[in-house]
C-alpha cells in the first residue's frame, strides 16, 4: 500500500496513526497482542477497518459538551486508538479487562500524547456501574462477542439516542435474529447494518448500528 494514499485518506492524523502502526508492528507480536500472521496485514486489517468508523460519527455538538466514545474490548487498540488519532475533540474511553492490554493502551496514550483517551481496566458490567463513564454518545466494539452478548455489555454505556457501532462479520444478520429479543429492550428501532468501505483495500467489514431508546 502506498503511503500516499494512507496520508491522503487519514489526511492530519495520518502521523499518529502511522506512528501506531510502526510500534504495534514491531511490538504487539511479543505482547501477545497480535499473532505474527496479522503483522503484514495490520493496515489492511486492523487500521483502515477501524477507521471506517469515523463515517459513522459526529462530533459537531455545536457548543455543547465534547461527543464521547467508549470503546468495549479495545485490546491492541482497534478501533478506540485510530479513533482517537482522528478525533483528538472527543473524549475516548478504552475499556479492556486484561491488565497487559491496557498496559499497552496506556503506554501507546503516552508515546501518541493522547491526551483525550482514558484507559480503563475491568469488566464492562461491572464498569457500568462505577459511575467512571459519563453517558456516551458512541459505544464502539470489535471482535468482542456476539451480538446477543454484546449488547448488555454496551448499550447501558449510552445515552438516549446514542449509538452502538459494532464491527461485524458476514454472519452479522444471523446474529440480529438471534438477538431480537435484546435489541427491542434496548432500541425502539432495528439496528442497520452497512457495509464497510472499500477504500485502500480495507478487509471486508460490515457496520452495525444501533441506537438506543
Keep these: 500500500m502506498q503511503e500516499i494514499q494512507l496520508q491522503d485518506y487519514f489526511k492530519q492524523s495520518y502521523p499518529k496513526v502511522k506512528y501506531f502502526h510502526d510500534v504495534l508492528r514491531k511490538e504487539g507480536d511479543l505482547r501477545g497482542l497480535i499473532g505474527p500472521r496479522e503483522v503484514p496485514r495490520l493496515w489492511t486489517r486492523h487500521i483502515l477497518n477501524s477507521a471506517i468508523l469515523q463515517n459513522f460519527i459526529t462530533t459537531d455538538k455545536k457548543g455543547r459538551e465534547k461527543a464521547t ?8 487498540g482497534f478501533p ?5 488519532c482522528i478525533f483528538p475533540e472527543v473524549d475516548i474511553y478504552l475499556v479492556d479487562s486484561m491488565q497487559r492490554r491496557t498496559d499497552w493502551l496506556l503506554y501507546i496514550k503516552k508515546l501518541l500524547a493522547l491526551e483525550n483517551v482514558e484507559v480503563i481496566r475491568g469488566r464492562a458490567e461491572n464498569i ?3 459511575g467512571l463513564i459519563p453517558p456516551a454518545d458512541y459505544v464502539t466494539a470489535r471482535a468482542v462477542a ?7 455489555l454496551t448499550m ?5 439516542g446514542g449509538e452502538l457501532l459494532a464491527l461485524k462479520g458476514d454472519a ?3 446474529e440480529v435474529e438471534e438477538a431480537m429479543d435484546i435489541i427491542k429492550k434496548y432500541s425502539n428501532s432495528s439496528p442497520e447494518i452497512f457495509e464497510g468501505s472499500s477504500i ?13 431508546k
Excluded at 69 to 76: F, H, P, Q, T
Excluded at 80 to 84: H, R, S
Excluded at 200 to 212: A, I, N
Design 156 to 160: 447501558p454505556f449510552l445515552k438516549s
Design 128 to 130: 457500568q456501574k462505577s
Design 172 to 174: 452479522v444478520e444471523n
Design 200 to 212: 485502500l483495500e480495507v478487509e471486508t467489514t460490515k457496520v452495525l448500528k444501533l441506537t438506543k
Design 146 to 152: 456476539n451480538l446477543k452478548k454484546l449488547l448488555p
Design 69 to 76: 466514545i467508549v470503546d468495549i474490548g479495545s485490546g491492541a
Design 80 to 84: 478506540g486508538v485510530v479513533l482517537a
